[in-house]
């Protein structure tokens, strides 16, 4: 079992950075592929970043890919999402999740894959 907790969200103005972290309890997220999502308002749930358990993979949405760095302490067991040049459509409630998976560099962008997951925390990028 493994528990998530994300912190780290806010108000911010466009162009700004924030760094989400996912403190993870229960298990060490070393041996979990972790994956970053987010949901705006009357939208879908949606890929934004992941990271292989071996931390040897990771995979973005085009949308952030240039913007958004992920990355693991194994000694903290906290994953960290880093937001650079945030813009009004990055508003949403983003959740950090954990899955197991067999292959050490695989990252699934499907929010179904994962299993654990956290309670979410809402990031606003005013224009």
């Known amino acids: 079992q493994v528990q998530l907790v994300e912190s780290g969200g806010g108000l911010v103005q466009a162009g700004d950075s924030l760094r989400l972290s996912c403190a993870a309890s229960?298990?060490?997220?070393?041996?979990?592929?972790m994956g970053w999502f987010r949901q705006a308002p009357g939208k879908e749930r949606e890929f934004v970043g992941g990271i292989s358990w071996s931390g040897g993979a990771t995979d973005y949405a085009d949308s952030v890919k240039g913007r958004f760095t992920i990355s693991g302490d194994n000694a903290r067991n906290t994953v960290y999402l880093q937001m650079n040049r945030l813009t009004p459509e990055d508003t949403a409630v983003y959740s950090c999740?954990?899955?197991?998976?067999?292959?050490?560099?695989?990252?699934?962008?499907?929010?179904?894959?994962?299993?654990?997951w956290g309670q979410g925390t809402q990031v606003t990028v005013s224009s």
């Open positions: 999740a954990a899955r197991r998976s067999s292959f050490r560099d695989y990252v699934s962008t499907r929010s179904h894959d994962y299993s654990y």
């Open positions: 229960g298990r060490t997220v070393s041996s979990y592929a």
